[in-house]
């Protein structure tokens, strides 16, 4: 989650025109495996905690969000997912990584209140029930 300027520039460097906005019907949720934490040592496989944060449409729901322009760049399945043995990104029983959720939570909450209460009311695990208030 790029929720400061800083964290988007690192993953993106040529970031222009960083704001805050509200995206309604979609919810955020921990669903996808991050090859990311791999490379980092901070996955815990055994206990499938791998995952990042997405987005998908859900009538009702609303997000603060944080908006960029980036320059668009190619990727090979292969060089992000495959060489850690990821055989399936979009997944329903996986966790969030932890060392990243709890990056996510600081996040937020250095941006601004609502973007905090936001995320932990309207960010869900992979099972789609579970927030993270809960």
Request: hydrophobic residues 35%.
């Amino acid at each position: 989650m790029l929720c400061c300027e800083r964290s988007a520039r690192s993953t993106f460097p040529d970031v222009v025109s960083f704001g805050v906005a509200k995206l309604n019907g979609f919810r955020r949720m921990f669903a996808h495996v991050a090859p990311i934490f791999f490379e980092r040592g901070i996955a815990k496989p055994e206990t499938k905690e791998i995952s990042s944060l997405s987005v998908e449409p859900c009538e009702g729901e609303s997000l603060v969000i944080t908006v960029f322009e980036i320059k668009k760049s190619e990727e090979i399945y292969h060089e992000r997912y495959g060489r850690f043995g990821i055989d399936k990104i979009w997944r329903d029983d996986v966790l969030p990584c932890r060392v990243y959720c709890r990056h996510c939570v600081l996040a937020t909450k250095n941006l601004m209140n609502e973007a905090y209460d936001n995320f932990l009311d309207h960010t869900y695990l992979a099972d789609r029930k579970t927030t993270l208030t809960k």
